[in-house]
């Protein structure tokens, strides 16, 4: 068996009376890219929440690398390597792109490598470099999402969650977006990836899983998810003929 | 023909009312660092003031030591006092959604304060009187007094280092980033605890800087602190709330609106005025005189 990092197993989460997950299970193996695809609604952003702490869980359990999350508090979690870029980005938009960064390594073990971190994420995002001095709020949607996604890297994360990265973005940013995830994949970054943009998502994951009302209704690598007739016809709009 | 004063008075007015409206500043610059990160009104800031007030001038009575000197002791047991009162009084309530319990925390331990202050000291108004309290100075061929000088320049000096600290060192930046975005914040690993605490910590420690500054300026009572509080909180509408500078220059504004209104319209209008301009800001530049605007977490 490949090298579990996360394991999520049988999560329950309720809003009040009102439940978004239903005993989910899923897992993250080490180095890989995991995405979680289903329609509006179906508790993708409720379970990312649910791992970081960000929710309570009423049932269930939530690994990283063995060590149980469930109760913790978020920047417990967040301590523990995992680093979540929430839905909307959750960027400081009155401090600057360079303190941004900076806060993305807050934590005691990040900020001794504050430095090289720096270095390593304005290689990978040149834009931010020439922006370093500016309000995070004045930049463009797409390098917004680019300073978040660096910013989340800026620790070292054993894992990064992002939840829709592509939301609201031109369809070359999008272009860019995916391009830079297999990117950080490809420099061994362990990716749990949500989107609403299935067949892209599904594209460069190495495995998939299919949340539909709260329940995992299908999961497989990405390339089997792709080429399921099922997914084809509710997901991607393919017609049956 | 109504006759326009000699240019002097303006000079005056205006130097009184900066030197004195910096104390309304600097307790504003409590309030906004507080409110900052937790979102609550922290109304017992006035009572703070006045509680250091008494420590300085119980120090100066019982042990001779100067109330400038003072700073020494009273910025530091400030800091402390602040981490302690959170940790103690409002770390629970802090986690709950409702802020009107940590509100009601805050004028139950004005009250506290006011009492026990009471029981220690008297009721009775007095202040600090040293060698140089009578002793004047002159700025830009003008004469004033030398402890609302300092006072003022204490009032710059605590303002500027804790803009110093939000700005320069990575613990500020990590209160500017959960004073926007606590969610966000915690999701860097930044502790919404650790962080309300140090806002209480400074918030206190600043109280303790205005302490020794009203101590050396007018006589005081037990309960004068709840006035300071409400002026502070006009500094701050002023300013616009969540920014450190706009706290200064709003309780700075406030002092000449003060004492020009005490001048030309009388003293009896000077409140009157300020709340006023408190409830017109509100209504009508809710972001204050030069703010952004202003984001819930």
């Not at chain 1, 360079?98 to 390593?120: D, I, T, W, Y």
């Not at chain 1, 391009?179 to 989107?195: A, D, P, R, W, Y």
């Not at chain 2, 420590?55 to 100067?66: E, K, M, P, Y």
Request: aromatic share 8%; glycine share 12%; charged share 15%.
């Amino acid at each position: 068996m490949a090298n579990r990092l996360l394991e999520v197993t049988d999560l329950e989460v309720a809003y009040g009376d009102v439940r978004a997950l239903w005993g989910v299970s899923i897992h993250v193996d080490a180095g890989t890219v995991v995405a979680i695809v289903g329609a509006n609604g179906a508790g993708k952003t409720t379970m990312l929440r649910a791992i970081s702490g960000l929710v309570p869980v009423q049932g269930g359990t939530v690994t990283l690398g063995g060590a149980p999350l469930a109760g913790l508090a978020p920047e417990a979690i967040a301590r523990l390597g995992i680093a979540h870029v929430p839905e909307g980005r959750g960027l400081f938009r009155q401090m600057t792109v360079l303190e941004n960064l900076e806060l993305g390594a807050f934590q005691p073990k990040a900020r001794r490598n504050m430095r090289q971190a720096l270095e390593k994420a304005y290689a990978l995002f040149p834009r931010l470099k020439e922006r370093a001095g500016q309000k995070a709020g004045s930049l463009s949607g797409g390098e917004q999402q680019m300073l978040a996604i660096a910013r989340a890297t800026m620790s070292d994360p054993k894992l990064l969650i992002l939840d829709e990265p592509s939301i609201g973005l031109s369809p070359l940013v999008v272009q860019q977006m995916f391009s830079l995830i297999e990117t950080l994949h490809k420099q061994g970054v362990t990716i749990l990836l949500v989107e609403q943009n299935i067949h892209q998502a599904l594209k460069i994951a190495d495995y998939g899983f299919v949340l539909k009302t709260g329940e995992i209704a299908m999961q497989g690598t990405g390339a089997e998810l792709i080429a399921d007739p099922e997914i084809q016809k509710a997901y991607m709009g393919v017609l049956e003929l | 023909m109504f006759d326009l004063p000699p240019p002097a008075i303006f000079l005056q007015l205006s130097l009184n009312g900066a030197l004195g409206g910096a104390m309304y500043g600097v307790a504003a610059v409590g309030l906004s660092l507080i409110f900052g990160t937790m979102r609550l009104i922290f109304l017992a800031q006035g009572a703070m003031i006045i509680l250091a007030a008494c420590f300085v001038r119980a120090l100066f009575q019982s042990f001779g030591i100067d109330p400038f000197l003072s700073l020494v002791i009273v910025v530091p047991v400030g800091l402390a006092a602040g981490w302690l009162i959170y940790q103690g009084l409002f770390r629970k309530a802090a986690a709950e959604e409702d802020r009107n319990i940590s509100l009601l925390i805050a004028v139950g331990l004005m009250f506290l304060a006011e009492n026990l202050m009471t029981v220690v000291w008297g009721g009775n108004t007095a202040g600090v009187v040293t060698s140089y309290t009578a002793s004047g100075i002159h700025i830009l061929g003008i004469r004033t007094s030398f402890t609302r000088t300092m006072g003022f320049l204490i009032a710059l000096a605590g303002t500027g280092l804790v803009m110093l600290f939000l700005r320069k060192t990575l613990v500020g930046k990590a209160v500017r980033a959960a004073s926007e975005d606590m969610t966000a914040a915690s999701l860097m690993g930044i502790s919404p605890h650790r962080v309300n605490a140090i806002a209480f910590a400074i918030g206190i420690a600043l109280a303790g800087a205005a302490g020794v500054a009203v101590a050396t300026t007018f006589p005081f009572n037990p309960f004068a602190g709840f006035i300071f509080s409400l002026k502070a909180l006009v500094a701050l509408a002023l300013g616009g709330i969540g920014s450190v500078a706009g706290a200064l220059a709003g309780g700075i504004i406030l002092g000449l609106i003060e004492a020009y209104v005490q001048f030309f319209v009388g003293g009896s209008w000077t409140n009157a005025v300020a709340y006023g301009v408190f409830l017109a800001v509100l209504m009508f530049k809710p972001e204050g005189l030069f703010g952004r605007p202003y984001k819930k977490a």
